[in-house]
């Protein structure tokens, strides 16, 4: 095994419109590492596999023959994959920055250290939160009266890490957004495969807090650097209740049934309050969280809320 191959991974599912901005960002983000790309394909149905194999003729390609969901794909690309130092796992709307993976790369030699993740921005330049705390149900709380930027700044109060000086420190959390993700390969052996029942949204939470239970922490690198352009789920309603509606299912998971629904409370309070105010994605949230069948039914391509 080269002491230096990272085996990457790209999810795609119709990105013919995003995925040419980040295969141009790849020799470059990876500049210095031995690296190998495999993309898992959930089916698409526009020009990404043609635009992969025109660009990188030599990626690896693995169909999953239906929109499987996120971790599906990342458990088809894994079962492919060769022994190597780390895997990277990347959506399709990452532009990795020069020399991003080289600097994740050290970090990931700390001993309680088994995911690494980048610095994000947005388009605009702007810093992306993506750094994340367990949930709780007190963060809950304090998310749904404060909102969540104001109960950042708190770490009792708020699920998102919001101080500017946390992105600037190799700083661990609980968590963090799953656009791009270093994960040890000592780490993918001790987790094992990502939960499937999780087609979309709390995939990464579940994956990181287990890894953390096994004594594999998430390390932000602050040197590395990469754009997101970000997903939907700020928009749509259908995908914020999917959101909300796993985060729950996640909490019950982990937590007692007094806790949860608690929890469960502190989430419809936020959603329903939100709703109140015209806020089209909470009024959906609110209602799918006061229906028992979505909060036991796992989410696919076909039914999703």
Same mark, same amino acid.
């Given at each position: ?36 790309? *495999? ?14 194999? %025109? ?5 690896? #390609? /693995?169909?999953? =023959? ?22 990277? /796992?990347?959506?399709? %709307?990452?532009?990795?920055?020069? =020399? ?11 001993? %309680? *250290? ?8 947005? &388009? ?11 949930? @709780? /149900?007190? $963060? ?10 104001? +109960? ?5 109060? =708020?699920? #998102?890490?919001?101080? &500017? ?38 995939? &990464?939470?579940?994956?990181? !807090?287990?890894? $953390? ?6 390390? !932000?690198?602050?040197? @590395?650097?990469?754009?997101?352009? &970000? ?48 806020? $089209? ?8 969280? !006061?229906?028992?069948?979505?909060? $036991?039914?796992?989410?696919? @391509? %076909?039914?999703? +809320?």
């Amino acid at each position: 095994m080269n002491p230096v191959t990272v085996e990457v991974i790209v999810v795609t599912w119709n990105s013919a419109e995003v995925l040419p901005g980040l295969l141009d960002s790849l020799e470059q983000g990876l500049h210095g590492v031995h690296w190998r790309l *495999t993309v898992a394909d959930n089916a698409s149905a526009d020009d990404t596999l043609t635009i992969l194999q %025109d660009r990188f003729p030599e990626a690896g #390609i /693995v169909r999953t =023959g239906y929109n499987a969901g996120y971790a599906a794909a990342i458990n088809a690309a894994l079962a492919r994959i060769a022994p190597c130092t780390a895997v990277l /796992v990347l959506n399709p %709307d990452i532009r990795l920055a020069p =020399g991003c993976v080289a600097a994740m790369l050290p970090q990931l030699g700390r001993a %309680d *250290t088994g995911i690494v993740v980048p610095r994000l921005h947005g &388009e605009s330049g702007a810093l992306t939160h993506s750094l994340r705390r367990e949930p @709780a /149900v007190l $963060r809950a709380v304090g998310e749904a009266v404060l909102g969540n930027r104001r +109960a950042g700044r708190f770490a009792l109060l =708020g699920e #998102i890490v919001t101080a &500017e000086a946390a992105y600037r420190t190799a700083a661990c959390a609980d968590w963090a957004t799953g656009a791009a993700l270093l994960i040890s390969w000592q780490c993918v052996q001790d987790c094992g495969p990502w939960d499937e029942s999780f087609f979309l949204y709390s995939e &990464e939470t579940e994956y990181a !807090l287990r890894a $953390r239970d096994l004594g594999h922490r998430t390390r !932000l690198a602050p040197e @590395a650097h990469a754009v997101h352009l &970000e997903g939907d789920s700020e928009v749509s309603p259908r995908l914020w209740t999917l959101l909300t509606l796993n985060k729950v299912r996640l909490f019950r998971r982990r937590n007692s049934a007094p806790a949860t629904a608690l929890f469960w409370a502190a989430t419809l309070l936020r959603e329903s309050s939100r709703a109140l105010l015209g806020h $089209r994605r909470s009024r959906r949230a609110a209602a799918a969280l !006061l229906s028992p069948a979505r909060l $036991r039914t796992r989410p696919t @391509a %076909d039914n999703l +809320a």
